[in-house]
């Protein structure tokens, strides 16, 4: 299971912290990432770290976001920073066995609830 925290409203400019949960599995097997899906737009990767904590970042993240993972508290961050009206969306957490961590949204086959982020200006 994974469950995002960490949400909500931020100031453009601003900066947030997401956090995922992860239970009931060995969270050293998986390749884990950051989506996020805005109204009316395609699902996009925002950030992936693989099991041997190589990272992966959209395009668009330009070195304003860092997500990370900690294995003994089972967790996965994605700090952002620098945000902006266009990083409006509901994130999403994701983890895929294995050890391909490539931001393809197909290869993830668990996914959190997700968490909305609403950047104001």
């Known amino acids: 299971h994974l469950i995002e925290s960490g949400g909500g409203p931020v100031q453009a400019g601003g900066s947030l912290t997401l956090s995922c949960s992860v239970s009931?599995?060995?969270?050293?097997?998986?390749?884990l990432a950051w989506f996020r899906q805005a109204p009316q737009r395609r699902r996009e990767g925002v950030g992936s770290?693989?099991?041997?904590?190589?990272?992966f970042y959209g395009d668009f993240v330009k070195g304003r976001f860092t997500v990370s993972r900690d294995n003994l508290k089972k967790t996965l961050t994605l700090q952002m920073n620098r945000l902006t009206p266009e990083d409006t969306a509901i994130y999403y957490c994701?983890?895929?066995?294995?050890?391909?961590?490539?931001?393809?949204?197909?290869?993830?086959?668990?996914w959190g609830q997700g968490t909305q982020v609403t950047v104001v200006t």
């Open positions: 770290v693989s099991r041997l904590d190589w990272t």
């Open positions: 009931g599995a060995d969270i050293r097997l998986y390749a």
């Open positions: 994701a983890a895929r066995e294995g050890t391909g961590a490539r931001l393809y949204d197909t290869d993830f086959d668990i």
